[in-house]
């Protein structure tokens, strides 16, 4: 019973690359603001079909917290805290991460569906934390 | 101290020589009571903060500051001094019970006491004044007061001296009986302390050395993934840490209650065996969306959580044999004729059964937890609350007041005041758990977050009403079948008749079969420990060799 | 306890371990359709030229400042420039250009009565997006 169940998550990373987060690189909190690509946050196109989204996640906000791409794209998500831990939660996709002082979090995600995702901070962060989202809209 | 306590105290001497003293009766007396006092407090917070997802604010209900006070207050007082306190009591109690001797010194188990109750009573203060509203995880780099750390501390250390006592007892006792097997009841529970000995070493590491001096300034920046990774090294074993001693309960104590026998000595050694060794070294299952540690350490985690779930399937058959041979000596007939011949009027016996069943959701929601990339569905949302409540809420929180049931009025020597008000309590508990975690778990599914004040939230998305409404309600039965329990204590200790007959501790004698039956490796415990720490490096150093160097980056930030 | 009786509870009992089971085998819900007019956090909308300091404020503010009058973790913008604004020590200050900026800047140098001293500072943000702030936060008349 365990054996099949170590089988079908072996297929998920696999067959359907479902991938958890890993390391990819490190950045001080007190630097984010100023370090590349996080001086710069925002969504940017890097390959037809292929967008960047650079996201900062402070006390209580993603900076920026709406992003915009096109149905059938795939988005590569990199976050990094500026202050404590935050989550990074969109629902009803495979992103859900730990924004962690000190770690970048990159994760990827390819949007087919046209829709409203609700992006949420799930990590408690402080007296806002339940005021900490965002969305990814996808047209 | 009632005479008839007295009385029974001296007639335990009479049977068991010099076994109960009272200077050790008292400290776990006292850590009873304290164990009580936490549950109330923190049952009390977490009744309001369900209800705060039904729009009552937390804050006006409760006089707090915010929900996060209140969920703070919450996970401290339960999870750390109402379990530590249960695992004190009981590991004491069974210990002296098994060598039939005291407990090698009464000054640690009385330390023991005093450090419970300075770290509650520190933690109580410092959480009530809002200094460390930062969860009972304390993530950094938020930043509490010093004083709370220092509380953890004194927690954890009134755990150690136990430990010590029990080694210490068990050599004493082992150099009178050089060749006889140990007690199973001692055994289990020097087994348990020695798992949470090694375990408590990743937040004992975690906190002296690195987090403490961080918030009283010696440091100034600390490295929050490292100390992560220390507190989930002991965050997992915690859980077996608490649901050891509920264990306890269900292989000596059930099969006696319901009349039955324990089915093996040696399956029940090396359940416990298992635990001791595949505890600790699961921790990266709560860090698989962590970034700083690298895919292939989260998934070697993956297959020794698997593993761990094997001595609770073990346990899931012992204690079904033990229940169907006490059913069926009670004339049940049947396939499931002995299900009802259970003494299900038995208030610790009805607590406990219930528990039993609710825990199979709970084990279930667990696997699900630990899967890789499932976990990537519920990690931080409601459905690891609606998990753990299943769990540590249930399984161990109503065996413990299964367990008082007959404890109480054991070691206070007064009759259980109102045992159908005690039915009905675990009746109310395992009904409304069920309701809440329902909730919990599917407004999880729906992608609400944990540890939230849904309440007050900007978003919403359309389920979670729902949800909202089922843990409000079941939470509220929680509460309420949490007043019942209270009322029956304190109508036991100061408004129920003396007891009249003098018993023993309900202790399962012979299984069915018996310690010469089962391997005489499983006694050695020091081999085991060894393997143990062989195990946690196995499993710890490449994660922390591949995370090293550290990043000692974060300055405190206060967040409320 | 009867047997009817035990028998009635066990089977209700069992009915709800299948309720709760029932809760893991949920049938996700689909993404809603994008709103064309929804108020996200980010919509830039009337009132300043440019909308860059309602989008700031969208981003970063919006979390504890309202606009529309309505408590919140901080105090609410509406009407707030210009007006006097009770400190946690007695005295007033006119919410001034000044006292806007401080308050980003330095925000725990003056707390507003009756809220608590949590706002953190904003480093990141610079002199001219302060600016745009200003001139948003002029046109939230009381």
Redesign the interface.
């Known amino acids: 019973m365990l054996l099949s169940g170590l089988g079908a998550i072996l297929v998920s990373v696999v067959g359907a690359g479902t991938m958890l987060p890993t390391p990819a690189g490190r950045v001080p909190p007190e630097e984010v603001r100023q370090t590349p690509p996080f001086d710069n946050p925002g969504v940017r196109e890097i390959e037809p079909g292929k967008y960047e989204a650079v996201i900062v996640a402070q006390i209580w906000a993603f900076v920026p917290n709406e992003i915009r791409v096109p149905a059938g794209s795939e988005v590569t998500f990199k976050v990094a805290s500026a202050d404590v831990v935050h989550g990074f939660f969109i629902e009803n996709t495979q992103v859900n991460a730990m924004i962690i002082p000190g770690q970048i979090t990159e994760v990827k995600q390819t949007f087919d569906e046209p829709g409203e995702y609700l992006l949420i901070c799930h990590e408690y962060c402080g007296i806002g934390h339940h005021n900490m989202w965002g969305r990814v809209v996808v047209e | 101290m009632s005479s008839i306590a007295t009385t029974q105290a001296a007639a335990i001497e009479r049977d068991t020589p010099s076994a109960y003293v009272s200077e050790q009766l008292w400290p776990i007396r006292g850590q009873l009571i304290l164990m009580l006092v936490a549950l109330a407090i923190g049952g009390w917070m977490g009744v309001a903060q369900a209800l705060e997802r039904i729009g009552i604010s937390l804050e006006t209900l409760t006089g707090l500051?915010?929900y996060?006070q209140g969920?703070s207050i919450h996970g401290v007082t339960l999870a750390l001094v109402f379990t530590f306190a249960f695992g004190n009591v009981i590991a004491a109690l069974i210990s002296i019970r098994g060598y039939q001797r005291p407990l090698a010194s009464t000054m640690l188990l009385q330390g023991s006491f005093w450090f419970l109750a300075a770290g509650l009573g520190l933690g109580a203060i410092i959480l009530l004044m809002n200094e460390a509203?930062v969860?009972f995880t304390f993530?950094?780099?938020?930043e509490a007061n010093p004083l709370f750390y220092l509380a953890a501390v004194f927690l954890v250390v009134s755990t150690w001296l136990l430990l010590a006592n029990l080694v210490m007892t068990y050599r004493r006792w082992r150099a009178d009986n050089p060749t006889e097997r140990i007690p199973l009841p001692s055994f289990l529970a020097l087994t348990t302390y020695i798992m949470w000995g090694l375990a408590s070493l990743g937040l004992a590491v975690e906190v002296l050395f690195f987090v403490l001096p961080w918030s009283l300034g010696i440091v100034d920046h600390t490295?929050?993934?490292l100390n992560?990774i220390l507190f989930w090294f002991s965050g997992h074993a915690i859980v077996y840490f608490w649901l050891l001693p509920a264990y306890i309960s269900w292989y000596m104590f059930i099969p006696r209650q319901v009349g039955g026998r324990l089915f093996s000595d040696g399956l029940t050694r090396l359940t416990f065996i298992l635990f001791l060794l595949f505890s600790i070294p699961t921790g990266l299952h709560h860090?698989?969306?962590?970034?700083?540690?690298?895919?292939a350490m989260?998934a070697i985690h993956?297959?020794l959580t698997?593993v761990i779930?094997f001595p609770s399937l073990i346990t899931a058959f012992s204690v079904m044999a033990a229940l169907e041979n006490g059913g069926r000596k009670a004339g049940g007939k049947g396939l499931f004729g002995w299900?009802?011949a259970l003494p299900?009027?038995n208030p610790s016996v009805n607590a406990q059964l219930?528990s039993m069943?609710?825990f199979?959701?709970g084990g279930?929601?667990g696997?699900?937890n630990a899967?890789?990339?499932?976990?990537?569905?519920v990690?931080?949302?409601a459905f690891v609350p609606?998990h753990f409540h299943l769990t540590v809420g249930t399984a161990v929180a109503l065996t413990i007041i299964g367990v008082c049931y007959w404890l109480v009025p054991f070691l206070s020597g007064k009759k259980l005041f109102q045992p159908r008000l005690a039915?009905i309590q675990g009746?109310l508990w395992?009904?409304g758990v069920?309701?809440f975690?329902?909730g919990q778990?599917?407004g999880g599914?729906?992608?609400m977050?944990?540890?939230?004040?849904?309440g007050?939230?900007?978003?919403e998305?359309?389920?979670w009403d729902l949800s909202n409404a089922l843990t409000a309600i079941g939470g509220s039965m929680m509460g309420i079948s949490g007043a019942l329990f209270f009322i029956v204590m304190i109508g036991t200790l100061f408004f129920s008749k003396e007891r009249t007959e003098v018993t023993d501790l309900p202790l399962t004698d012979k299984p069915l079969h018996g310690p010469q039956e089962s391997w005489e490796i499983l006694d050695r415990v020091g081999l085991w420990t060894m393997v143990a720490v062989v195990l946690i490096i196995f499993a710890y150093l490449p994660t922390l060799i591949s995370y090293l160097p550290a990043?000692f980056?974060?300055?405190a930030?206060?967040?409320? | 306890m009867s047997r009817q009786l035990l028998a009635v509870l066990l089977a209700g009992f069992a009915l709800l371990l299948v309720f709760g089971y029932s809760a893991l085998i949920m049938p996700s819900s689909d993404p809603r359709p994008v709103p064309t007019d929804t108020p996200g956090p980010a919509a830039p909308g009337p009132g300043d030229d440019d909308g860059a300091g309602r989008a700031i404020w969208e981003a970063q503010c919006a979390s504890c400042h309202t606009i529309d009058g309505t408590t919140g973790i901080g105090p609410t913008w509406q009407g707030l420039f210009g007006s006097e604004v009770p400190l946690d020590d007695g005295s007033t200050v006119v919410a001034d250009e000044e006292y806007i900026i401080e308050s980003i800047r330095e925000p725990n140098a003056k707390v507003h009565e009756g809220y608590q001293p949590i706002m953190p500072a904003f480093p990141q943000l610079t002199d001219e997006e302060i600016d745009s702030l200003i001139q948003f936060i002029q046109t939230l008349d009381g």
């Open positions: 500051e915010s996060y969920l509203t969860l993530y950094t780099p938020m490295d929050p993934q992560r860090q698989y969306t962590d970034p700083g540690i690298s895919a989260k993956l297959v698997f779930f299900i009802f299900w009027s219930l069943l609710v199979t959701l279930a929601t696997l699900i899967s890789y990339t499932v976990n990537l569905v990690h931080n949302t609606g039915l009746w395992a009904i069920l309701i975690a329902r778990i599917s599914l729906e992608a977050p944990r540890r939230t004040a849904i007050e939230a900007a978003y998305l359309p389920g990043a980056d974060s300055p930030v206060k967040v409320w």
